[in-house]
């Protein structure tokens, strides 16, 4: 099973600034890797697909990074409502599993 | 506009067996692969059963082969989850998504979720 491990747990930045949330695979994924937003009460909601393509509707302010292990999602200037969780995911192992990370909390400072 | 509306949630006792639905519109339900993922409370999310676009390969993560079976029908643009055996580590919001395309692809939409309670 390919573990995906996600830091930090939980990251403060203030509104405005500028977010980095990383995503390590126990092996790698090549570019089959997905990031994630959930607000709380809510269904996550796709923002990024291949490592790096933004799904529809999502601001260009969300950027994604990476391939084989290591990967990135950038945030570059938070607005209020992008103060959720994020998870990575990982679909290259398919139908072995879908494994998710374990999410990073970006609260507001 | 695309909509995943999940039902049949409740509470049930441990051993016992309860079958989620759910139902989609907005797309062309017969051509997606369609996913069932998990959220315990306060926990982060579990992928847990797949099934391709006409119900002919589905797919388990281990903790639930042998009791949970996924399904499909088309003509209704429905798609199921038959959970037994139930346990309580089985308690968790479960949502239907929708692959973007076939198994190697993200889910790109995902309904609001139907919650499963395991408890005596």
């Known amino acids: 099973e390919i573990v995906m491990t996600q830091s930090p747990a939980t990251l403060s930045v203030s509104p405005g600034e500028r977010a980095t949330l990383s995503c390590r695979a126990s092996?790698?994924?090549?570019?089959?890797l997905a990031w994630y937003q959930q607000n709380p009460g809510q269904a996550p909601r796709l923002l990024i697909y291949?490592?790096?393509t933004r799904a529809t509707g999502i601001p260009a302010r969300f950027s994604g990074s990476g391939s084989g292990t290591e990967f990135t999602l950038t945030i570059s200037s938070l607005q209020s409502e992008d103060f959720a969780v994020y998870y990575c995911?990982?679909?290259?192992?398919?139908?072995?599993?879908?494994?998710f990370g374990q999410g990073t909390k970006l609260e507001i400072k | 506009e695309v909509q995943l509306v999940e039902s049949g949630g409740v509470v049930v006792q441990p051993g016992g067996s309860l079958r989620l639905s759910c139902a989609a519109s907005g797309f062309t339900f017969d051509d997606y692969t369609m996913h069932w993922v998990r959220q315990a409370p306060g926990k982060g999310l579990e992928w847990v059963s797949l099934?391709?676009?006409?119900?002919?390969?589905?797919y388990y993560t281990d903790s639930v082969k042998g009791r949970f079976t996924i399904s499909r029908d088309n003509s209704k643009n429905s798609l199921y989850l038959q959970m037994n055996s139930l346990r309580t580590e089985d308690t968790a919001l479960y949502y239907c998504a929708k692959a973007i395309g076939g198994y190697s692809s993200s889910f790109d939409y995902w309904g609001q979720g139907t919650l499963v309670t395991v408890s005596s």
């Open positions: 995911q990982q679909y290259n192992n398919w139908p072995l599993g879908y494994t």
């Open positions: 092996q790698s994924v090549s570019s089959n």
């Open positions: 099934i391709s676009w006409d119900g002919g390969s589905t």
């Open positions: 291949g490592a790096s």
